[in-house]
């Protein structure tokens, strides 16, 4: 028995998220006390990136979780849990939750003619939307799921589901979640830390929380309310054309997503900080 659980854990992909620095430090807590929790609850075991091993082209953090289905559930009930409070919603109200899926199996989540994820949305009640672009110096897609903490959970699993459907079949391996970075995991029995850099509060303003160069091309992800996105969009898309001319980034607002809406700026450091202004 135990042979077979350490096999499938070696072929088992892992559930990867995004959260913003400052719900990354809620997860990790005081000296390492909540995700230690997390993972003596779960048996599974959780990373969270810190300043050196999160892609450049990132302002949140990667977390990412790894055991059986079941402990990976267990997990990410947790850190969807800590990340929607964050938000300041109650377990009744919609929230936004992102995953990422390496690009690779996209197309495979997608399903034919858009079936597979049309049937994902239309049985788990939540909003789905995968983005258009990767993150740089990765193979991860963000997909991004709105709903209750309990549909975000349940959409999250079925889309790990599917990726994992896609690598038994040998469309994937656990590589395509490698991007460069420090190995740093945490197990049931031991404190997880970021980085040897503090916990710090992530800003408001959306800029990046580390330093990079500021001609590479970024992505900033924001949670804006729904009639922000609205006005974001102006009418008949006329206001988010004319941020996209005058900052040259690129601006991408989630069409569906219930009270909350995520909204994409992509672009080198000069022109991210001109769309945000």
């Given at each position: 028995v135990a042979y077979t659980t350490l096999c499938a854990l070696m072929t088992a992909i892992p559930c990867c998220?995004?959260?913003?620095?400052d719900a990354a430090g809620l997860i990790i807590g005081r000296a390492g006390a909540t995700v230690r929790q997390i993972c003596e609850?779960?048996?599974?075991?959780?990373?969270?990136?810190g300043d050196r091993d999160t892609p450049k082209a990132l302002s949140d953090r990667i977390v990412t979780i790894q055991g059986t289905p079941e402990q990976i559930e267990i997990a990410c009930r947790e850190v969807i849990r800590?990340?929607?409070r964050s938000q300041e919603l109650d377990d009744t109200e919609d929230g936004i939750f992102v995953t990422v899926v390496p690009c690779g199996a996209v197309e495979h989540v997608v399903g034919p003619g858009g079936d597979t994820i049309r049937e994902?949305?239309?049985?788990?009640?939540?909003?789905?939307?995968i983005s258009r672009n990767g993150i740089i110096g990765t193979e991860l897609q963000p997909v991004s799921v709105a709903g209750t903490p309990k549909q975000m959970l349940d959409a999250t699993m079925k889309v790990l589901g599917l990726v994992q459907e896609l690598?038994?079949?040998g469309g994937l391996t656990i590589d395509s979640y490698s991007w460069p970075r420090r190995a740093v995991s945490a197990t049931p029995s031991q404190a997880l830390s970021r980085s040897s850099t503090p916990v710090r509060a992530g800003s408001n303003d959306g800029t990046p929380r580390r330093r990079s160069d500021d001609s590479s091309v970024a992505s900033v992800l924001f949670v804006v309310s729904s009639s922000a996105a609205a006005w974001v969009v102006g009418r008949a898309g006329r206001t988010v054309s004319e941020l996209r001319a005058k900052s040259g980034a690129?601006?991408?607002v989630a069409r569906n997503g219930g009270p909350l809406r995520l909204v994409e700026v992509r672009g080198n450091k000069a022109e991210r900080e001109k769309a945000v202004e």
């Open positions: 998220c995004l959260v913003p620095s609850e779960s048996k599974a075991q959780v990373n969270v990136s800590i990340v929607h994902l949305v239309e049985t788990i009640g939540a909003e789905v939307n690598a038994d079949k690129s601006l991408e």
